[in-house]
């Protein structure tokens, strides 16, 4: 059987996990927390895992890497100048792992996205035919090279432009490329410009391969944005390696408990659809759906080692969301609750909110009254393209400390898509704010009538 790749797809944040086989046995590439997933595929394929691998300590995740090898009696394969507090077979550059008969791993140093990032070629039958490059050479991008420190990123991005051109010269036009990164992850330099990719294509689109080092770091740095705050921790967690994922239920809390936990100014966040939040809440809780980026944003803005209270409509809409913030080193919710706001309030109505929503054509149909009450909440960079002219501009993860800089009056709270808002508009209610929540589409505000600002 010829060598052959399954790939399992973390699309909530952006990454992709790879089982490489040759229908018997197989490597893992850089396996997301919950390995659940990849035991359960394995065994669909009837493939024994003999080999787990990481191109990086990420900073986007926590690895489930080291507690797979175990589970298994695998081999776990990281580069050999990380620092790690666990044992593991150490790799180099130019070494080759022999995976059975017809597969083999050849170890490629990387340098660029992390100061010990590894590529691993794929051989089959000796023949290169793909290559797992993990932050490295991404579809018609690289990964960013600021996550270490912003003083550390001109040196990683002149490392990536070396790097990326090392790996493409060792492999022919046809090998595939299957990258972990850049499917929506922050951990991507720029927006990548396809779903598949082969090193021929990317010779002719990727920046890496078609600047001189000098413009290409020149160009890297300037698209750079921000990145989830919690990525600080990632890379720590995963040089000390995370134990086996845990999605027991969480201790559950009864309305009294939960309208203490509300009032102590703990996070209790509500996994509904922002539209059911909307309709209606217990006051005073955070609007972080289970439908959207909930690592993500929740991740980004919750205070590290914070008390997080989860609602849902079910224990299974629970269980879905502690497996989202597993993944990013969120392991156990303080509390949890399931059914509808009515029942987290106990029958106190007056424990009951409501959200006011609105379209853009709402905001232009008030907004010649407006001045300055329309907030943005949206990134830099979707700030700088266009925006409605006079609005506040305050990101999403500056929102909680800037609030004394926002004017009084109700705020008109808008993103590119309404998710971002109603988190946002879910924070200024808690902070006693009047607030009405713009659940709409960017595209739509200019055709709203909106004066638009380049």
Same mark, same amino acid.
Request: with cysteine.
């Given at each position: 059987?010829?060598?052959?790749?399954?790939?399992?797809?973390?699309?909530?944040?952006?990454?992709?996990?790879?089982?490489?086989?040759?229908?018997?046995?197989?490597?893992?590439?850089?396996?997301?927390?919950?390995?659940?997933?990849?035991?359960?595929?394995?065994?669909?394929?009837?493939?024994?895992?003999?080999?787990?691998?990481?191109?990086?300590?990420?900073?986007?995740?926590? !690895?489930?890497?080291?507690?797979?090898? &175990?589970?298994?009696?695998?081999?776990?394969?990281?580069?050999?100048?990380?620092? @790690?507090?666990?044992? %593991?077979?150490?790799?180099?550059?130019?070494?080759?792992?022999?995976?059975?008969?017809? *597969?083999?791993?050849?170890?490629? /140093?990387?340098?660029?996205?992390?100061?010990?990032?590894?590529?691993?070629?794929?051989?089959?039958?000796? @023949?290169?035919?793909?290559?797992?490059?993990?932050?490295?050479?991404?579809?018609?991008?690289?990964?960013?090279?600021?996550?270490?420190?912003?003083?550390?990123?001109?040196?990683?991005?002149?490392?990536?432009?070396?790097?990326?051109?090392?790996?493409?010269?060792?492999? +022919?036009?046809?090998?595939?490329?299957?990258?972990?990164?850049?499917?929506?992850?922050?951990?991507? #330099?720029?927006? $990548?410009?396809?779903?598949? !990719?082969?090193?021929?294509?990317? &010779?002719?689109?990727? +920046?890496?391969? &078609?600047?001189?080092?000098?413009?290409?770091?020149?160009?890297?740095?300037?698209?750079?944005?921000?990145?989830?705050?919690?990525?600080?921790?990632?890379?720590?967690?995963?040089?000390?390696?995370?134990?086996?994922?845990?999605?027991?239920?969480?201790?559950?809390?009864?309305?009294?408990?939960?309208?203490?936990?509300?009032?102590?100014?703990?996070?209790?966040?509500?996994?509904?659809?922002?539209?059911?939040?909307?309709?209606?809440?217990?006051?005073?809780?955070? !609007?972080?759906?289970?439908?959207?980026?909930?690592?993500?944003? =929740?991740?980004?803005? *919750?205070?590290?080692?914070? $008390?997080?209270?989860?609602?849902?409509?079910?224990?299974?809409?629970?269980?879905? /969301?502690?497996?989202?913030?597993?993944?990013?080193?969120?392991?156990?919710?303080?509390?949890?609750?399931?059914?509808?706001?009515?029942?987290?309030?106990?029958?106190?109505?007056?424990?009951?909110?409501?959200?006011?929503?609105?379209?853009?054509?709402?905001?232009?149909?008030?907004?010649?009254? =407006?001045?300055?009450?329309?907030?943005?909440?949206?990134?830099?960079?979707?700030?700088?393209?266009?925006? @409605?002219?006079? /609005?506040?501009?305050?990101?999403? $993860?500056?929102?909680?400390? &800037?609030?004394?800089? =926002?004017?009084?009056? @109700?705020?008109?709270?808008?993103?590119?898509?309404?998710?971002?808002?109603? /988190?946002? #508009?879910?924070?200024?209610?808690?902070?006693?704010? %009047?607030?009405?929540?713009?659940?709409?589409?960017?595209?739509? #505000?200019?055709?709203?009538?909106?004066?638009?600002? +380049?």
């Amino acid at each position: 059987m010829a060598v052959e790749v399954a790939v399992v797809e973390t699309s909530s944040l952006g990454d992709r996990s790879y089982l490489v086989h040759d229908g018997e046995v197989a490597v893992v590439i850089d396996p997301q927390r919950d390995i659940d997933r990849v035991l359960a595929l394995a065994g669909r394929l009837g493939v024994t895992i003999t080999h787990v691998a990481e191109t990086h300590l990420h900073n986007d995740y926590v !690895s489930g890497g080291l507690a797979l090898a &175990r589970l298994t009696g695998a081999d776990y394969l990281v580069a050999a100048p990380e620092q @790690v507090g666990f044992d %593991r077979v150490a790799v180099s550059d130019g070494d080759e792992m022999t995976i059975s008969d017809q *597969l083999r791993l050849r170890v490629v /140093a990387t340098p660029g996205h992390t100061f010990h990032h590894v590529s691993y070629v794929v051989l089959a039958d000796g @023949v290169p035919v793909a290559a797992c490059t993990g932050g490295s050479l991404l579809y018609g991008t690289t990964g960013r090279t600021d996550l270490l420190g912003a003083e550390h990123a001109r040196t990683l991005a002149a490392h990536q432009h070396a790097s990326v051109r090392k790996l493409a010269d060792q492999l +022919p036009a046809h090998a595939a490329l299957w990258p972990t990164h850049g499917f929506g992850s922050f951990c991507s #330099a720029s927006v $990548p410009d396809a779903d598949t !990719s082969t090193v021929g294509r990317e &010779r002719d689109v990727n +920046p890496a391969l &078609r600047l001189g080092a000098e413009q290409f770091v020149t160009e890297l740095l300037a698209g750079l944005g921000d990145y989830p705050a919690y990525y600080v921790h990632m890379g720590l967690r995963n040089a000390a390696g995370a134990d086996v994922i845990d999605l027991s239920r969480p201790a559950g809390a009864g309305a009294q408990e939960l309208h203490e936990r509300v009032a102590a100014g703990q996070w209790v966040v509500d996994l509904r659809t922002r539209k059911a939040f909307a309709y209606r809440h217990l006051a005073g809780t955070l !609007s972080f759906g289970l439908d959207g980026p909930l690592a993500t944003w =929740l991740g980004w803005l *919750l205070p590290h080692g914070a $008390p997080l209270t989860l609602l849902g409509e079910s224990a299974a809409q629970v269980t879905a /969301a502690q497996r989202e913030l597993a993944r990013i080193g969120i392991d156990r919710p303080a509390a949890a609750a399931t059914g509808v706001p009515e029942d987290w309030a106990g029958g106190h109505e007056l424990r009951l909110a409501r959200l006011a929503t609105a379209t853009f054509a709402d905001l232009a149909a008030a907004y010649p009254g =407006l001045a300055g009450q329309v907030i943005d909440v949206r990134a830099g960079r979707e700030w700088a393209a266009g925006h @409605v002219d006079g /609005a506040v501009h305050v990101p999403l $993860p500056e929102l909680a400390g &800037r609030l004394a800089e =926002l004017p009084d009056g @109700v705020l008109w709270v808008h993103c590119a898509a309404g998710y971002r808002a109603a /988190a946002a #508009a879910s924070l200024l209610a808690r902070a006693g704010r %009047r607030v009405v929540h713009v659940d709409d589409a960017w595209a739509n #505000a200019a055709i709203a009538g909106l004066p638009i600002t +380049p």
